[in-house]
């Protein structure tokens, strides 16, 4: 069964550390997202890759965060320095073509104290 | 305003009840549509694609008015498992791949 698989699941840090969460999309797939989801403003889309481009991280705050895809089987997105604001359950997802399902991995749960 | 937006509810209805969720676009390009599941503490799931024609998956009915630029999710004979957040998508299909989410909708089914 195909899955999305992100790494950690949960990570507690404390401010000014840095953070790397890493993903492996579904084998095959070409557009790799990353959502950022808190209680007080739902999923936000940070960043997205089709065919490993970034595409748009608009969503994304410059200054800290970084997002990349080394290769098509990771993607990662790195907080530096990071920030109690940033406490949040980070999503990665993959899907192939446009307006195609995407499929969620379960999550990176990070705690920034 | 929000690209997608949602009655965040929550809605509690009883065992058996209809529900209906409605969700609002921004982008009259939007193509593409679809309702997820969110359980707590859980990454978001597929429930059913939205057609332009309107679609039915058992209980679940899903409908598109591009006139008014929203979809909505009915939901019959609920189940207690039923209860979940519900999740409205668009895709605006400008050319990217963006998916926006809306923030969700919380349902609880009670006995």
């Known amino acids: 069964d195909a899955r999305v698989t992100q790494t950690p699941r949960d990570k507690v840090t404390e401010m000014g550390q840095e953070v790397t969460m890493r993903c492996q999309p579904i084998l095959g797939h070409n557009t790799v997202f990353w959502y950022r989801q808190t209680m007080m403003q739902g999923l936000e889309l940070l960043a997205y890759f089709r065919n490993r481009a970034p595409l748009d991280d608009s969503g994304m705050p410059k200054d800290r965060f970084s997002a990349e895809m080394p290769d098509a089987t990771l993607a990662t997105l790195k907080i530096q320095p990071s920030e109690p604001r940033d406490s949040a359950v980070y999503f990665c997802?993959?899907?192939?073509?446009?307006?195609?399902?995407?499929?969620f991995g379960e999550g990176s749960w990070l705690t920034v104290v | 305003r929000k690209e997608v937006e949602q009655d965040p509810g929550p809605f509690n209805v009883p065992e058996g009840a209809t529900v209906a969720f409605n969700c609002t676009y921004s982008?009259?390009?939007?193509?593409?549509f679809f309702w997820y599941r969110q359980d707590c503490r859980k990454e978001p799931k597929l429930l059913m694609s939205v057609y332009s024609s309107g679609n039915e998956d058992g209980r679940f009915t899903a409908q598109l008015n591009r006139a008014s630029q929203y979809i909505s999710l009915l939901i019959r004979d609920s189940k207690l498992s039923d209860s979940a957040t519900y999740l409205c998508v668009v895709n605006p299909n400008t050319g990217g791949f963006k998916t926006i989410f809306g923030a969700g909708t919380r349902l609880f089914v009670k006995a």
């Open positions: 982008n009259s390009a939007s193509q593409s």
């Open positions: 997802a993959s899907g192939y073509g446009s307006g195609n399902t995407i499929y």
